[in-house]
């Protein structure tokens, strides 16, 4: 890894810009090399995630895991796979599950960032917050009509809905993504991550 990649990513670690909005404290949360070749692009970590300072460490995270069809060896192995959520810190819990990310991550480090991965082949992208920027280009939809747009993106960029279980009824009310979408995205992930 070059030094200004690890002067950056130091930089990002010890990040207190929204140390004051944060209910706590700054934990910055990602994953990042520069040979990386599947980017993952979620919300924000949540509590227990906040908690062990490791991306995805909970039940959302064995269900990306199951969804893309790899073990948690390649998951957290950043030569393949980086995950750059749209902010890097818990923004606490709100009356229907946690909060938005904090918008000071994406001017402040999301674009340096992003070019530190010049080899990505397939960027997943998460729940509406991710949508709305990496899918800058579209109109703004709700997830599940961006999600059924997926083709529209393929095979660069994925559109997903979030995996939490909160999620159960959408997966319920919307089988055609565990029967069409999923079996694409892990072949595509055999593909690209072939050692996997």
């Known amino acids: 890894m070059k030094v200004a990649l690890k002067i950056l990513l130091d930089e990002v670690k010890s990040c207190e810009v929204c140390k004051p909005f944060l209910p706590r404290g700054p934990r910055p949360v990602i994953q990042l090399h520069p040979k990386a070749s599947v980017l ?3 919300q924000a970590p949540g509590r227990k995630v906040h908690e062990t300072g490791i991306p995805f460490d909970d039940p959302s995270g064995e269900r990306l895991r199951d969804w893309m069809g790899i073990d948690r060896a390649t998951f957290y192995d950043a030569k393949k796979i980086a995950i750059l959520p749209m902010g890097f810190c818990y923004p606490g819990t709100g ?4 909060l938005p990310p904090r918008p000071e991550c994406v001017p402040t480090w999301r674009e ?21 920027y990496h899918l800058a280009n579209s109109p703004p939809k709700m997830v599940t ?5 997926w083709k529209k993106f393929w095979p660069t960029q994925l559109p997903l809905p979030h995996p939490s279980p909160r999620n159960n009824l959408w997966l319920k009310r919307n089988p055609w993504f565990q029967k069409e979408l999923l079996p694409i995205l892990q072949s595509q992930i055999k593909m690209l991550l072939p050692d996997s």
């Open 40 to 42: 993952i692009v979620g």
């Open 95 to 98: 009356k229907s599950g946690d």
């Open 112 to 132: 340096q960032l992003l070019r530190q991965i010049p080899h990505l082949k397939l960027t997943l992208v998460i729940g509406q917050y991710a949508q709305d």
């Open 145 to 149: 009509e961006t999600v059924k747009a």
